[in-house]
């Protein structure tokens, strides 16, 4: 089956291949060997383990298989197999909708990030660039940069980032947006206390300076 690539990451490229997406990690000739390929086979099982987990508690693409690559020396596990997602990535599309219907979208990625944050999954690159709407459905795509945690600071930093690339990208709507994200995120069992927690994290040095406006998350 021909396989085209779809997209190219620091550390992976992006084939799609039929009715599956190829998340296939890429050789980097300045480390040792052996340790490059420690790195990404562990770091290919790890976020296909964390997609399953995901997979039981929000919409993300299913994970078909881990594979090895058979070419001049074999190398486990070091490419993702998951179902290709066709829909409207929302980082060119959230602009685009009704306001009505943008601010909905919104909203439910406040909730399926509550979801996550509440089995304790954190994303780690929470931006509208790694989300994709296929009929009423918001799915949550590369989890890459994804960890399990339970600490209110991490979730704080996953939402804060979020309202961060909002800005970036949505700049003219970014605040009607991640009202409705916060709307969505206080089905979380730990809104009140990650709400807080966001006010320390927006404090500390390396955050300031980046947030402009009102942050309507925090009163």
Same mark, same amino acid.
């Given at each position: 089956?021909?396989?085209?690539?779809?997209?190219?990451?620091?550390?992976?490229?992006?084939?799609?291949?039929?009715?599956?997406?190829?998340?296939?990690?890429?050789?980097?000739?300045?480390?040792?060997?052996? +340790? !490059?390929? *420690?790195?990404? $086979?562990?770091?290919?099982?790890?976020?296909? @383990? &964390?997609? #399953?987990?995901? %997979?039981? =508690?929000?919409?993300?693409?299913?994970?078909?298989?881990?594979?090895?690559?058979?070419?001049?020396?074999?190398?486990?596990?070091?490419?993702?197999?998951?179902?290709?997602?066709?829909?409207?990535?929302?980082?060119?599309? +959230? !602009?685009? *909708?009704?306001? $009505?219907?943008?601010?909905?979208?919104?909203? @439910? &990625?406040? #909730?399926?990030? %509550?979801? =996550?944050?509440?089995?304790?999954?954190?994303?780690?690159?929470?931006?509208?660039?790694?989300?994709?709407?296929?009929?009423?459905?918001?799915?949550?795509?590369?989890?890459?940069?994804?960890?399990?945690?339970?600490?209110?600071? !991490?979730?704080?930093?996953?939402?804060?980032?979020?309202?961060?690339?909002?800005?970036?990208?949505?700049?003219?709507?970014?605040?009607?947006?991640?009202?409705?994200?916060?709307?969505?995120?206080?089905?979380?069992?730990?809104?009140?206390?990650?709400?807080?927690?966001?006010?320390?994290?927006?404090?500390?040095?390396?955050?300031?300076?980046?947030?402009?406006?009102?942050?309507?998350?925090?009163?």
């Amino acid at each position: 089956m021909k396989e085209k690539i779809i997209g190219r990451g620091a550390e992976a490229l992006l084939i799609k291949k039929g009715n599956s997406l190829l998340k296939r990690r890429i050789k980097k000739g300045y480390r040792h060997e052996h +340790l !490059d390929l *420690f790195l990404r $086979t562990s770091r290919t099982r790890h976020e296909a @383990k &964390i997609l #399953r987990k995901s %997979a039981s =508690i929000i919409a993300v693409p299913r994970v078909k298989a881990i594979n090895g690559m058979a070419r001049k020396r074999f190398e486990p596990e070091t490419e993702i197999e998951m179902e290709y997602i066709q829909g409207k990535l929302l980082s060119d599309s +959230l !602009d685009k *909708f009704p306001l $009505t219907k943008a601010l909905a979208v919104c909203e @439910k &990625i406040g #909730r399926n990030t %509550a979801l =996550i944050h509440d089995f304790g999954i954190i994303h780690g690159d929470l931006t509208t660039s790694n989300m994709i709407l296929k009929n009423r459905d918001v799915y949550f795509i590369d989890f890459g940069l994804g960890f399990h945690s339970a600490r209110a600071e !991490d979730k704080a930093v996953d939402l804060h980032l979020l309202r961060e690339a909002l800005e970036a990208k949505h700049f003219k709507r970014w605040e009607k947006y991640f009202g409705s994200v916060v709307k969505g995120y206080k089905k979380s069992k730990q809104s009140s206390i990650i709400i807080e927690r966001i006010k320390k994290v927006e404090a500390r040095g390396r955050y300031k300076g980046k947030a402009k406006g009102r942050n309507p998350l925090i009163p």
